[in-house]
C-alpha cells in the first residue's frame, strides 16, 4: 500500500475538522489521503439520536459522504476511505502503519478528546509510531494559504509560523527535520523555544551573568546549524526560555501553523508515554499539534 495522510474519522466537529486538515497536508506532500472510521458504537457521540437503524445508516455514510466533500473541495486530491469493525484505538494504529502522517481530532484547550471520545487520541499518541497530528477544530484553517473561492480575508488565513518546541538534551532528528520540513512545505518561518534551568550550586541557582544563558543560546545555535544548512529557504528565530518551555509553546500556537514537539519512546519505565511537556501542549495548544516519536 502507497504511504498515505490518514484522518480517523467519528463525525465531531473535531474530527471534521481533522479531515479538512489532513486534505490540505496530503496536497502539500503529493499523497493520497486515507479516512478511517472505526465502528465502535460506544463512540458515536454525535450520531443523529433516531434509533438503531438510523445509526447504522449514519455511520455507513459517514466516511463516503466526508470523502465527497473533500474531493469536491480539493479536486485532483486521491482520496480512498473505509470503515473498520475493530475498536478505534487498535483500528488507527493499524491504519498509521501505512501512514506518512497521522491526523486525530482534539478539542485542544482542557482536556484532549480526539477521534473517538474518551482517551482514545491521547493513547493513541503514545503509541503510535508515526508522526500523529492533533487539530483542534478552530485551528484546522491556521497557517494555510488558500485561493480561488474559498480564500477570505480572515485573519486566520494569514501565513504564521511553525513553532518548535526543542530539548537540548535530547535534539532528535526525527524531530528538527519534520520541523524545518513543514516550515519549508509552507513557506513561513520556523520558530524554536528551549527551555532550560540554570546550573546549581549546592542546590542553589547560579546567578545569571555568568554566562550560562549565553551558553545555551550558543548550544541551540549550533544544534540548529545543519539542519539550516539543509533548509536554506526557511528562516529561523531562536528562543531560550527558563524553566518548562510548555507555557511558552501554548503562548506560541495562538499565532502558529502548527506546533512540533517531541515524544520520546523510551524511558525509565516500561510502555507507552507522553513527556509533561508534550502532555501539556496538547491539551492547552489552539493551533494543530505534531507529535514525533523519537528515541
Same mark, same amino acid.
Given at each position: 500500500?502507497?504511504?498515505?495522510?490518514?484522518?480517523?474519522?467519528?463525525g465531531s466537529p473535531e474530527s471534521l475538522?481533522?479531515?479538512?486538515?489532513?486534505?490540505?497536508?496530503?496536497?502539500?506532500?503529493?499523497?493520497?489521503?486515507?479516512?478511517?472510521?472505526?465502528?465502535?458504537?460506544?463512540?458515536?457521540?454525535?450520531?443523529?439520536?433516531?434509533?438503531?437503524?438510523?445509526?447504522?445508516?449514519?455511520?455507513?455514510?459517514?466516511?463516503?459522504?466526508?470523502?465527497?466533500?473533500?474531493?469536491?473541495?480539493?479536486?485532483?486530491l486521491r482520496i480512498v476511505h473505509e470503515? =473498520?469493525?475493530?475498536?478505534?484505538?487498535?483500528?488507527?494504529?493499524?491504519?498509521?502503519?501505512?501512514?506518512?502522517?497521522?491526523?486525530?481530532?482534539?478539542?485542544?484547550?482542557?482536556?484532549?478528546?480526539?477521534?473517538?471520545?474518551?482517551? #482514545?487520541?491521547?493513547?493513541?499518541?503514545?503509541?503510535?509510531?508515526?508522526?500523529? =497530528?492533533?487539530?483542534?477544530?478552530?485551528?484546522?484553517? &491556521?497557517?494555510?494559504?488558500?485561493?480561488?473561492?474559498?480564500?477570505?480575508?480572515?485573519?486566520?488565513?494569514?501565513?504564521?509560523?511553525?513553532?518548535?518546541?526543542?530539548?537540548?538534551?535530547?535534539?532528535?532528528?526525527?524531530v528538527l527535520e519534520f520541523a524545518f520540513?513543514?516550515?519549508?512545505?509552507?513557506?513561513?518561518?520556523?520558530?524554536?523555544?528551549?527551555?532550560?534551568?540554570?546550573?546549581?550550586?549546592?542546590?542553589?541557582? #547560579?546567578?545569571?551573568?555568568?554566562?550560562?544563558?549565553?551558553?545555551?543560546?550558543?548550544?541551540?545555535?549550533?544544534?540548529?546549524?545543519?539542519?539550516?544548512? &539543509?533548509?536554506?529557504?526557511?528562516?529561523?528565530?531562536?528562543?531560550?526560555?527558563?524553566?518548562?518551555?510548555?507555557?511558552?509553546?501554548?503562548?506560541?500556537?495562538?499565532?502558529?501553523?502548527?506546533?512540533? #514537539?517531541?515524544?520520546?519512546?523510551?524511558?525509565?519505565?516500561?510502555?507507552?508515554?507522553?513527556?509533561?511537556?508534550?502532555?501539556?501542549?496538547?491539551?492547552?495548544?489552539?493551533?494543530?499539534?505534531? =507529535?514525533?516519536?523519537?528515541?
Amino acid at each position: 500500500m502507497p504511504r498515505t495522510v490518514t484522518v480517523g474519522l467519528d463525525g465531531s466537529p473535531e474530527s471534521l475538522a481533522a479531515a479538512d486538515w489532513a486534505a490540505r497536508e496530503a496536497q502539500r506532500r503529493e499523497l493520497p489521503l486515507r479516512i478511517v472510521h472505526a465502528l465502535d458504537w460506544h463512540s458515536f457521540t454525535y450520531a443523529p439520536l433516531t434509533g438503531v437503524e438510523s445509526l447504522t445508516r449514519w455511520a455507513e455514510r459517514l466516511p463516503g459522504d466526508t470523502a465527497a466533500r473533500l474531493r469536491h473541495d480539493h479536486p485532483g486530491l486521491r482520496i480512498v476511505h473505509e470503515q =473498520v469493525a475493530r475498536e478505534p484505538v487498535p483500528s488507527l494504529l493499524a491504519a498509521a502503519g501505512n501512514a506518512e502522517l497521522l491526523v486525530l481530532g482534539s478539542r485542544g484547550l482542557n482536556r484532549v478528546t480526539g477521534v473517538l471520545v474518551g482517551s #482514545v487520541a491521547l493513547s493513541i499518541v503514545a503509541r503510535a509510531e508515526p508522526p500523529v =497530528v492533533l487539530v483542534p477544530t478552530g485551528g484546522a484553517g &491556521k497557517g494555510d494559504r488558500r485561493t480561488g473561492p474559498a480564500a477570505t480575508a480572515s485573519p486566520a488565513l494569514v501565513r504564521r509560523d511553525v513553532v518548535l518546541g526543542l530539548d537540548l538534551r535530547r535534539p532528535a532528528a526525527p524531530v528538527l527535520e519534520f520541523a524545518f520540513d513543514a516550515a519549508a512545505r509552507r513557506a513561513t518561518a520556523l520558530r524554536v523555544i528551549h527551555g532550560w534551568s540554570p546550573p546549581s550550586t549546592s542546590g542553589r541557582p #547560579v546567578p545569571f551573568g555568568t554566562g550560562a544563558s549565553a551558553q545555551v543560546a550558543n548550544e541551540l545555535t549550533d544544534v540548529l546549524r545543519p539542519w539550516r544548512a &539543509k533548509f536554506p529557504g526557511v528562516e529561523v528565530s531562536e528562543q531560550t526560555v527558563v524553566g518548562s518551555p510548555a507555557g511558552h509553546l501554548v503562548d506560541a500556537s495562538a499565532h502558529a501553523a502548527l506546533v512540533v #514537539v517531541g515524544r520520546f519512546t523510551h524511558g525509565p519505565r516500561p510502555g507507552p508515554r507522553i513527556g509533561p511537556v508534550t502532555h501539556a501542549v496538547l491539551h492547552h495548544s489552539t493551533a494543530p499539534v505534531a =507529535v514525533i516519536a523519537h528515541s
